[in-house]
């Protein structure tokens, strides 16, 4: 729901980022984020071994939500654009797990795989455990960081799995206009600007 909320996101579902769709997604996205808070706090602690999990059950809650508020091409194109994205790497939503046929030992390569790279993210933005100044490179690490998981998912996948992904994903995204975009979510939320949190 926050991808939606992002201004590139609209523009490219067509959607007026003042029209009654936004409103709706708004109230879907602050639920979601309470629903996650809440799942967190239950959780604790939280590990990447939990995430899918948790991932699964937030978007076994709210897909129904979302499919009423968007048009089916909508809907599609959303799931298309974050299957483009490089958290989705992970291959944690049931419906691409689904679609792709993704096998019990696939699987559990990919969940160690998410568990690794997990890993090795909190290592890049959290240097010396928030003791020591944030690291200057982190945007081109992880940018490096999603290259690498992306190749090692694609040692996972079979050559058909493969080009079944690359079909899912649809038309290419421009990510990049992306950066720096609030969702909008409410206040508060990550990426929203300090301006829109007073509105």
């Known amino acids: 729901m926050d991808r939606a909320l992002q201004e590139p996101i609209l523009k490219e579902l067509g959607i007026e980022k003042d029209g009654p769709q936004v409103a709706e997604l708004r109230k879907l996205a602050d639920a979601r984020a309470k629903d996650l808070q809440d799942s967190i706090r239950d959780h604790t602690p939280v590990d990447a071994a939990s995430l899918p999990e948790l991932g699964a059950k937030l978007q076994a809650r709210f897909d129904p939500e979302l499919k009423k508020v968007l048009t089916p091409e909508q809907y599609t194109r959303l799931r298309q654009i974050i299957w483009q994205m490089p958290g989705a790497n992970r291959l944690d939503d049931p419906d691409l797990v ?17 568990v690794e790279i997990f890993g090795k993210q909190v290592a890049i933005l959290n240097p010396n455990r928030g003791r020591g100044p944030a690291d200057a490179d982190a945007p081109k690490k992880m940018a490096e960081l999603n290259v690498e998981w992306s190749k090692k998912i694609n040692e996972i996948l079979s050559t058909a799995q493969q080009e079944k992904l690359a079909e899912l ?18 206040p508060g939320r990550p990426g929203q600007k300090s301006e829109e949190k007073k509105q």
């Open 98 to 114: 689904k679609a792709l046929d993704v096998k019990p030992e696939q699987r559990e390569k990919l969940d160690a795989l998410t």
């Open 169 to 186: 994903k649809g038309k290419p995204f421009d990510a990049s206009l992306l950066q720096s975009q609030p969702t909008g979510g409410g």
